[in-house]
């Protein structure tokens, strides 16, 4: 079972990629991943099964939960319970959020 991971390099390859993100952890109890958008970049996820906690890496934007839009900051987290619309907008830099799902990425 690995138990170290790089989160700079998984950053550096999805900015070369056609994702926006990457889970590097999905186990039955815990999901971890990365997500990277670009400026103008659509994030397009739908609700998920497990609640979820966002951790704001770098960069700037909104995160609407549930029909209400709060501004990020570098080093602020958000939690999101399961089946709760959400997603990223608005950002003007490059956005880098470590993500964590209390159950698998599904």
Known sequence: ??????????LNKL???SSYFHTFINRESLAAGILF??????????PHDSDEIY???DGNGFLEINDESYRLK????YFVAKDIPHHF???TKNLSVLYFFGGPDS
């Open 55 to 57: 951790y704001i890496l």
């Open 89 to 91: 907008y608005g950002n």
């Open 74 to 77: 570098k080093g602020q987290a």
């Open 15 to 17: 900015k070369k990629s």
């Open 37 to 46: 958008l670009k400026p103008g970049e659509n994030d397009t996820q739908d």
């Open 1 to 10: 079972m690995k138990i170290k991971f790089d989160t700079t390099e998984y």
